[in-house]
T-cell receptor, first 113, second 114 residues
Framework: DTAVSQTPKYLVTQMGNDKSIKCEQNLGHDTMYWYKQDSKKFLKIMFSYNNKELIINETVPNRFSPKSPDKAHLNLHINSLELGDSAVYFC????????????FGPGTRLTVT | AQSVTQLDSQVPVFEEAPVELRCNYSSSVSVYLFWYVQYPNQGLQLLLKYLSGSTLVKGINGFEAEFNKSQTSFHLRKPSVHISDTAEYFCAVSVWNQGGKLIFGQGTELSVKP
């Protein structure tokens, strides 16, 4: 059983399009995160939700909108895609915001052409 | 604000040799420290963490790290590496009241050669 899963694994799209990435965790965790890994492999947090409530919202363009329909799911919708959005996006989860082990998904490689 | 610096972007080493991956952090408050490993085309996996207590922390796959508060360092070590340890290694910090946010270093690419 995959603990944290993401779909799709690869996403190739053109500038200006709107796309979504989905994340699901079956660990029973309360907290989920989105991280962005750029071409130099630098990882930076984007958002975090705890019990469907947004608790971390880093400086991210408002074209990025996370949505948590329930505790087990955290989706990322991106409007008007730009070349600079090309990256690997990782979803992660933890028991709660104070639990210091985060479980990462396999990543979604987004390529904007 | 917190920051993490991994002092080596690439570390080549021969199989069965010891290795140390260096990590320094900056913070005005107490932090928790982590090492994650990322194998090619995979997500990140927690190797070990320091939250409190003994400054020598043992993790999975034979790795260990030592927290040095005076030098603000958390270096990762392994006495004998295997080919399968070839991966990207990330040092990270978090602060207790920041919702679990992890702040990562730039990563160190460990390349183990036969």
């Amino acid at each position: 059983d995959t603990a944290v899963s993401q779909t799709p694994k690869y996403l190739v799209t053109q500038m200006g399009n709107d796309k979504s990435i989905k994340c699901e965790q079956n660990l029973g965790h309360d907290t989920m995160y989105w991280y962005k890994q750029d071409s130099k492999k630098f990882l930076k947090i984007m958002f975090s939700y705890n019990n469907k409530e947004l608790i971390i919202n880093e400086t991210v363009p408002n074209r990025f909108s996370p949505k948590s329909p329930d505790k087990a799911h955290l989706n990322l919708h991106i409007n008007s895609l730009e070349l600079g959005d090309s990256a690997v996006y990782f979803c992660a989860s933890s028991q709660d915001p104070t639990a210091y082990e985060q479980y990462f998904g396999p990543g979604t490689r987004l390529t904007v052409t | 604000a917190q920051s993490v610096t991994q002092l080596d972007s690439q570390v080549p080493v021969f199989e069965e040799a010891p290795v140390e991956l260096r990590c320094n952090y900056s913070s005005s408050v107490s932090v928790y420290l982590f090492w994650y490993v990322q194998y090619p085309n995979q997500g990140l996996q927690l190797l070990l963490k320091y939250l409190s207590g003994s400054t020598l922390v043992k993790g999975i796959n034979g790795f260990e790290a030592e927290f040095n508060k005076s030098q603000t360092s958390f270096h990762l070590r392994k006495p004998s590496v295997h080919i399968s340890d070839t991966a990207e290694y990330f040092c990270a910090v978090s602060v207790w009241n920041q919702g679990g946010k992890l702040i990562f270093g730039q990563g160190t690419e460990l390349s183990v050669k036969p």
